[in-house]
């Protein structure tokens, strides 16, 4: 089955900065990335998706980025606020398989004020 | 529209017992999928639900089995239960109208003492 890794498990950064969070999958028929943001004691929220027929998305500061060769995509925020602090998680989905989730081990976002 | 919710919000039980876990599905959503999430990990697929039929399950034992009704809802059931079990249980709802965007519910909190 699937294999999603997730780098890196903590990330702290000063407010404006920029974070990046990077997964890896192993199933080349994965086809669908969608990142989601959970908080403290929250349920997952979708943030952002990618499909494998685009290399990059945007919406507003955060942004997709995916390599479909290399099997890797990446979450960019930019001018991080303290409300994005939170724990992300990507996942990697092949829609052909009845949409099968499979998640990476998150990353644990905390933006200094 | 309430968006997934999901019954109890926390739970304890005993090692052994067993334990009915619900979730209604966004409006207009079809598909239910049941995750089981530890602290500190990403969600793992436990099962998928579809027209009232299991059609994808995750590496979980038969310990774990769920149901889904006429109405969309579902139940996930775990019996003999082990301290492992103790988790956020998330259920997710989707569409199969083109979208495969998973919007999760609150989760329920099972402590298995």
């Known amino acids: 089955g699937e294999n999603v890794e997730q780098h890196p498990s903590t990330l702290s950064v000063q407010e404006g900065d920029s974070a990046v969070i990077k997964c890896t999958y192993s199933?080349?028929?994965?086809?669908?990335f969608p990142w989601y943001k959970q908080e403290l004691g929250k349920r997952p929220q979708l943030i952002i998706d990618?499909?494998?027929?685009?290399g990059e998305k945007k919406d507003q500061r955060i942004a997709v980025t995916l390599n479909k060769t290399a099997k890797h995509f990446s979450l960019h925020i930019t001018e991080t606020q303290p409300e994005d602090s939170a724990v992300y998680f990507c996942?990697?989905?092949?829609?052909?398989?009845?949409?099968?989730?499979?998640f990476g081990s998150g990353t644990k976002l905390n933006v200094k004020p | 529209d309430a968006g997934v919710t999901q019954s109890p919000t926390h739970l304890i039980k005993t090692r052994g017992q067993q334990v009915t876990l619900r979730c209604s599905p966004k409006?207009?959503?079809?598909?239910v999928s049941w995750y089981q999430q530890a602290l500190g990990q990403g969600p793992q697929f436990i099962f998928q639900?579809?027209?009232?039929?299991?059609?994808q399950r995750g590496n979980f034992p038969d310990r774990f089995s769920g149901h889904q009704f006429p109405n969309y809802s579902s139940e996930l059931n775990v019996n003999a239960l082990l301290l492992g079990d103790s988790a956020l249980y998330l259920c997710?709802?989707?569409?199969?109208?083109?979208?495969?965007?998973?919007?999760f519910g609150p989760g329920t909190r099972l402590t298995v003492t």
């Open positions: 996942a990697a989905v092949d829609e052909n398989n009845f949409n099968k989730f499979y």
């Open positions: 199933d080349s028929a994965s086809n669908y």
């Open positions: 990618i499909r494998s027929n685009v």
């Open positions: 409006s207009g959503h079809d598909t």
């Open positions: 639900y579809y027209e009232e039929e299991e059609r």
């Open positions: 997710a709802s989707a569409g199969t109208g083109g979208s495969y965007e998973q919007y």
